[in-house]
């Protein structure tokens, strides 16, 4: 990490992991893979001297997005607030676009303290006109350094909107306004170099880092027209746990059911909805199949939560090894169908990264 003399100015530290954002060509063939270091996609900033904040950078790993792990994860959470708990504003992190909604959460659901943690990316390579990266780092950085984006958990800041990683999710394949939150819109915008918040997270939910080195196999199905409940079975049977991704508001076919149910016995089995937006409901059909009928056999309801995010809130559950009648209690608060008191651990930003404790832990 690079030093930075004392001032009155906000300092934000910038990790890079590589990613669309980073990435050249290094064969003239037009292919690219991620070589820039942190350190160039800063310099390469229009405008980052004139914002009156400090930047420090870390080239933490230079890898696609689609090949960063829940370990790199995890690393990056432990050094980021090691970094604020040293006196940064805020934390930025850019990456590829490919698991930004799925990294981004898991990093919110790790974060106690009340600074932000950006994430960002491009959807435009470096050698290509009209690159968004260096936008998209500026955005963040005003985003980290600003006090109203405090208490806000882990946010995604892309095309000068600002979201929160719990409920944004990536659109489109291609497009540079790829990033929504469909269900909420975004928390704000960075205008003007000024970050402008319109709206807030109702309360944070946060877990206690993984307590083992292992990582907890947890795999997601998504439910097609006449699946095969075979294919299923192969699929749940050597998992820790199982995210299903139903139709509409939590369906499945009817030769799922009895697989669904055995499965359920043995491992945390989660009911979502495959579709873009909207919840999976508890109590509207009855048929078998339905989601009524498959909570009825163990399933547990993810409501507003949608599959990549109910995977990844299962994996880190599981890898801080929570007692199975804290789980369904994490899953449905996380989807909106309880209380937050419902959750098992803390729910408000604490001025320190102690992890909350569960009741059966205490």
Not at 137 to 158: E, K, M, N, Y
Not at 180 to 185: K, Y
């Amino acid at each position: 990490m690079s030093s930075t003399p004392a001032t009155s100015t906000p300092r934000v530290v910038v990790f890079g992991l590589g990613g669309t954002i980073a990435m050249t060509s290094s064969t003239g063939g037009g292919a690219v893979s991620p070589t820039l270091t942190a350190q160039q996609l800063v310099d390469a900033v229009p405008g980052l001297a004139d914002a009156s904040i400090a930047v420090d950078v870390v080239d933490f790993r230079r890898r696609p997005g689609a090949s960063l792990t829940v370990a790199d994860l995890t690393d990056l959470h432990t050094a980021a607030t090691r970094a604020l708990a040293g006196g940064a504003a805020g934390v930025v992190v850019t990456q590829g676009t490919d698991t930004i909604e799925e990294t981004a959460y898991l990093l919110d659901l790790l974060h106690h303290r009340p600074e932000p943690v950006v994430v960002t990316g491009a959807m435009r390579n470096p050698t290509l006109a009209g690159a968004d990266g260096p936008a998209n780092i500026l955005a963040a950085i005003h985003t980290a350094a600003s006090p109203a984006a405090r208490d806000q958990g882990c946010l995604v800041a892309f095309a000068d909107e600002i979201h929160a990683a719990r409920w944004v999710t990536k659109t489109h394949s291609t497009s540079g306004a790829t990033f929504r939150s469909l269900d909420t819109g975004p928390l704000g915008y960075v205008l003007e170099g000024t970050v402008r918040m319109l709206n807030q997270v109702p309360y944070r939910m946060t877990l206690p880092a993984p307590r083992r080195a292992d990582t907890a196999t947890v795999a997601l199905h998504t439910v097609t027209l006449d699946d095969d409940p075979t294919l299923l079975d192969a699929i749940g049977r050597p998992c820790d746990g199982l995210v299903v991704a139903g139709f509409g508001v939590g369906h499945v076919p009817e030769p799922l059911v009895d697989t669904l149910t055995t499965l359920a016995g043995r491992i945390p089995v989660v009911l979502a909805s495959r579709t873009p937006a909207g919840p999976a409901l508890t109590r509207t059909y009855g048929f078998p199949g339905s989601e009524q009928d498959l909570i009825g056999r163990g399933l547990i309801p993810a409501g507003w939560l949608h599959p990549y995010k109910a995977r990844i809130l299962l994996r880190a559950l599981l890898a801080a090894d929570t007692k199975p009648h804290d789980i369904a209690a994490a899953v449905t608060t996380a989807g909106g169908l309880t209380e937050p008191t419902a959750w098992p651990w803390t729910t408000t930003t604490s001025s320190d990264d102690r992890p909350g404790t569960s009741p059966t832990d205490a």
